[in-house]
């Protein structure tokens, strides 16, 4: 492969700043002047970089006023590419994080940036060292080996393809084979909650609430999956909707019906009311991350409610 394709430019050339810089911007009724720092977060891996950038974005989003420029280099597996990297990082130098199962290039990395007085961790490497203290053995040194092509790979892909063809009530008809299916007015994320849960291996189906209107009969008797109804605030609802109208350029009338909060309000009130009717779980999104109400839904598996 082109060493060229496997460093696209994360961030345009335009908005690329050199080590630490800041901005100003207006904040609170006062017009308090806040500093928002901008820092380079370089993510190089032998593999995909998810590892990668997974940690380097949970370590970002405790620092509110500083945000990370992520330059992210994929499957990284030679002394060339390991240049070509940081002929990049020269230009626009940070924070360095790395996985690397050659211990020679990880050396290499490690020598570069304590050359360039540049901060370097090796993401997996204190793990592994607890691993192999632990079990008594020595890790053994795979690139990719979270990725194989194992039964609980095929169980994901079989997952999602469920997942994308019951989204907003398809294919109802067989919603029994889901594990979970997610049901609520609209706007509550119940798509975006689908995929993630999904993700996981778990086959979701997700079926819209309606005013006024039953849900399908395969949905009201269906005995597998854990059917769990999804809620969250008229404010948060409305605001998202409205959002919604605004960039499909909607006419005012749908803004009367569809953004409505009296409308909504009713609509909750009707989903909380059938929810109860059939004895189903309710969990209010509001202040919920998708990975938060995913980790709810989970809880309530094989639990009682």
């Known amino acids: ?85 940081f002929a990049e990082i020269d230009e626009e130098p940070g924070i360095v994080l790395y996985t690397m199962v050659d211990q020679t290039l990880a050396r290499q990395i490690d020598e570069r940036c304590t050359a360039m007085g540049l901060p370097s961790v090796s993401v997996l490497e204190p793990v592994l060292t607890v691993f192999q203290s632990y079990l008594g053995t020595p890790a053994g040194r795979r690139v990719g080996a979270q990725h194989v092509l194992d039964a609980e790979y095929f169980r994901r892909i079989d997952a999602l393809n469920f997942t994308m063809e019951h989204d907003d009530g398809q294919l109802p008809h067989d919603v029994n084979e889901a594990d979970i299916v997610l049901v609520g007015v609209s706007r509550t994320s119940k798509t975006p909650t689908s995929i993630y849960l999904a993700n996981r291996g778990i086959k979701t189906a997700n079926v819209p609430i309606v005013l006024d209107a039953p849900l399908p009969d395969s949905v009201a008797q269906a005995q597998h999956p854990l059917v769990v109804g999804l809620v969250a605030s008229v404010e948060r609802i409305s605001q998202v909707r409205q959002n919604r109208l605004l960039t499909n350029a909607a006419s005012a009338s749908d803004f009367d019906t569809y953004a409505d909060r009296t409308t909504i309000a009713r609509e909750l009130a009707y989903a909380r009311q059938m929810c109860s009717r059939h004895g189903w779980p309710v969990i209010d999104v509001t202040r919920r991350s998708i990975e938060e109400t995913a980790a709810a839904i989970l809880a309530l598996r094989g639990k009682p409610w």
Do not use: C, W
């Open 1 to 85: 492969m082109d060493d060229a394709r496997l460093f696209p430019a994360a961030v345009p050339r335009l908005h690329r700043r050199t080590a630490l810089s800041t901005s100003l911007h207006r904040a609170g009724a006062h017009g308090v002047q806040k500093t928002q720092s901008f820092f380079h977060l370089h993510l190089i891996s032998d593999a995909t970089g998810e590892t990668l950038l997974a940690a380097g974005r949970a370590a970002a989003s405790q620092y509110k006023n500083a945000r990370a420029i992520e330059h992210i280099y994929p499957l990284v597996r030679t002394e060339k590419q390991i240049a070509k990297v």
